[in-house]
């Protein structure tokens, strides 16, 4: 573990983090999937998904947009809250920077409008979506590090990386 400002770096599990809000690295339908957002449906339970459904039904119909962020309930998980958040899938002849900084920045704002103290992220992107680490790590601190500003109430920002060599991008970044 490692703490850059309010922001601590932990090897571990997303869906066990004692914190307000779990950020879920989402894909644009919200009904789970697989690598985080299986395991935060999975865990979570059916209430995730029935709100998810709801949202899809409503205001979401086409799907959550790459950038955008959404809160539902956060069900068996110890959190309060999902912030759901669609990251970009990684191109070496698209710049799609400002689409992952989005995703933190406003899973940040949503989480302060909820009157949330302490949020978890994961490595949003880095999976399947296949972006670089290191790059998603600089994006990732940097943006944290600058919308703390616009969400003063969050006193706690956690980056929850599930692998050593992960961790170690991240710490890298971090330094």
Known sequence: MSRVGLIELVLGVITEQDVDVVVNAANSSLLGGGGVDGAIHRKGGPAIL????????????????????????????SARWVVHTVGPVWSPTDDRSRLLADCYRNAMLVAAGLAARSIAFPAISTGIYRWPVASAAEIALTTIAETVKEAPGITSVRMVLCDQS???????AAR
């Open 50 to 77: 029935a709100e998810c459904r709801k949202l899809r039904a409503g205001h979401y119909g086409r799907g959550l947009k790459a950038g955008q962020a959404v809160a539902t309930t956060a069900g068996f998980l």
């Open 166 to 172: 992960t961790y170690d991008e991240f710490d890298a």
